[in-house]
Every structure is written in C-alpha cells, then in structure tokens.
C-alpha cells in the first residue's frame, strides 16, 4: 500500500480546537470515527492511551504522531490535523505542536504503521515541507503537500 492510499479530506481538520493532549486525541478519534475508519472508538482510544504510556509521539517540531495497531481499525488510515495556536502533546522539548497525524494500523497491517511512521517523520524534520502544510488552508492543499512525500 502507498502511503497517500492512508490520507483522505474526510479525516482532517485544518482548525483543531483542543489545547491539551487528551482533547486532542478526542478530537482526532472522533475525527476517525466519523470517517467509519474505526471498529470501535473506545478501544482505539485505549490503544493510543496505551501506546503514550510507552513514551509521549509529541516530537518537538511542530509534531505529534499517535499511533495505533488494533483491531478496533477496520480500515488503514491516517488523520491530520493543525492548530494555529498550537497544543501541548507533551514534546521532550516542551514545545507546543501544531500538526498531528494520527495513525491508524489494523491489527492484521504487518509493518504499515512503523513504514507510515518512518516516510511521515523523514519528512517533517523538512523545515520546509512542515512550512507548507502550516500554511494549507484547505484539505486539499493538504494533499497536493502530502504528495511529495
């Protein structure tokens, strides 16, 4: 599977709302939820609280990337959001995030997630290429940006 087969304009919003990481991640999941990406939204919510435990996905950068591989996913998918105030995803770097891509692996997906995870962030340590998806107004815009990938 190519990684632009993992976006679509039904699961991204360019005026996230949220502030902190649990309201960012309801957010997002819901985001997924109503894409009808999601099996089951309590249990991918869980999987994504279980993943952060390990270790926080607020990257410094601008960046977050949640991630889950559940078989509470029935479709593989990737949902992006922004924020022009920012939010707190608890960075290392104390740095609030602006862009989140929340991934979503089914349980069956072997490595889809980590090869998802490995193209997204080769690319987002790109100064340039984060410049551009900050500066997309529409989902769209977004896609034409995440094309390049």
Known sequence: MEIMELFDESTM?????????DQIIE???TLLDEGGVLADKEAYKK??????????????????IPHAKTAAVKTAR????KSDKGFDFGA????????????AATDTD????????ATLSRNLIK??????LLEAKTAGEVIEVLKTL
């Open 92 to 103: 290392e770097d104390g740095t609030k995030a602006h862009l989140i891509f929340m991934i």
């Open 47 to 64: 999987a994504i609280y279980a993943r952060e435990e390990q270790s926080s996905t607020g990257l410094g950068f601008d960046i977050a």
């Open 110 to 117: 072997s490595n889809l997630h980590l090869q998802a995870l």
């Open 27 to 29: 957010e997002m999941v």
């Open 127 to 132: 100064a340039d290429f984060r410049k551009k």
């Open 13 to 21: 919003n360019l005026d996230l709302q949220g502030e902190t990481k």
């Open 78 to 81: 990737v949902a992006f959001g």
